[in-house]
């Protein structure tokens, strides 16, 4: 078992950079697959970014494709969001998650950092 804690969030404007940072403790975190999802109010939680613990494989939705940067430090627990271009649309709680085999259906989950984008 694992537990996750997300900080990082805040208010920027539009344009500017965020990175969110998620600790985690508990199990060994090395082997499991973490990633972050979002979600807005009144929208369902999307994906955002993954990163597998096995040869340290990286997937994002295309909303973060060519903005965002997923990557781990295991001697840390700690994993990364690096958000660049930030746009009110990306206005939303960030969760961080972790998993043994499926990130998309994970087990264990922090409790979110608000991200807020102004225009």
């Known amino acids: 078992q694992v537990q996750l804690v997300e900080s990082g969030g805040g208010l920027v404007q539009a344009g500017a950079s965020l990175t969110l940072s998620c600790v985690a403790s508990?199990?060994?975190?090395?082997?499991?697959?973490t990633g972050w999802f979002r979600q807005a109010p009144g929208k369902e939680r999307e994906f955002v970014a993954a990163?597998?613990?096995?040869?340290?494989?990286?997937s994002y939705a295309d909303s973060a494709k060519g903005r965002f940067t997923i990557s781990r430090d295991n001697a840390k627990n700690t994993v990364y969001l690096q958000m660049s271009s930030l746009n009110p649309e990306d206005t939303a709680l960030y969760y961080c998650?972790?998993?043994?085999?499926?990130?998309?259906?994970?087990?264990?989950w922090g409790q979110g950092t608000q991200v807020t984008v102004s225009s």
């Open positions: 998650a972790a998993d043994t085999s499926n990130i998309l259906a994970a087990h264990y």
């Open positions: 508990g199990d060994t975190f090395s082997r499991y697959d």
């Open positions: 990163i597998r613990w096995i040869g340290g494989f990286k």
